[in-house]
């Protein structure tokens, strides 16, 4: 999207906009952080409705790809990369500032259970990444609803890839 498809979208002349905004890549970042707030917004109202652990997961699951789907459009925008020469950084962007309160939420959770809290982070970024594809694969192929993604999640993030072996009789 040009500059000034963004300023006539906006109203405004492209002087305006650069007055105000800057440059392309800034538009980018206020997009991102616009979209990561909407995102933590959702999550942490649904979050406080959790009974458990495991429903504060599903919940959280369905709250992110709810904004997905109602901002799909930004989303993919925002994970698209932009120019070669920022993808990178602004990538990682995304990716430290999403990561951020669950490093904090997976740290505490590990200190109250008595566990290790080293492992937060990069738990945190393997969250972060397996949402992201999964957001990305949600949007290609929707064939299943939030609802059977959240739960889905839910069982991988809580049971893991254990392979159930039947009890001896």
Known sequence: MSLEAIAAEAGVTKPILYQHVGNKDA????LA????ARTRLAIDAAVATATSPRQGWHLMVEAFLGVV?????????????????????????L?????????????AQRRADGA???VATSWAYGIVGMMHYIA???IRDPGVTIQQVADQITELMFSG???????PS
């Open 27 to 30: 538009i980018v970042d206020a």
């Open 33 to 36: 952080e616009r979209h990561l």
């Open 69 to 93: 789907d109602e901002h799909r459009d930004l989303f993919l925008f925002l994970t698209s990369g932009g120019t070669a020469d920022s993808w990178l950084q602004r990538s990682l962007h």
């Open 95 to 107: 990716a430290d500032r999403s990561a951020e309160p669950l490093i904090e939420a997976l740290a």
């Open 116 to 118: 290790d809290p080293a």
């Open 136 to 138: 990305l694969w949600w």
């Open 161 to 167: 890839l254990a392979r159930r072996r039947p009890t």
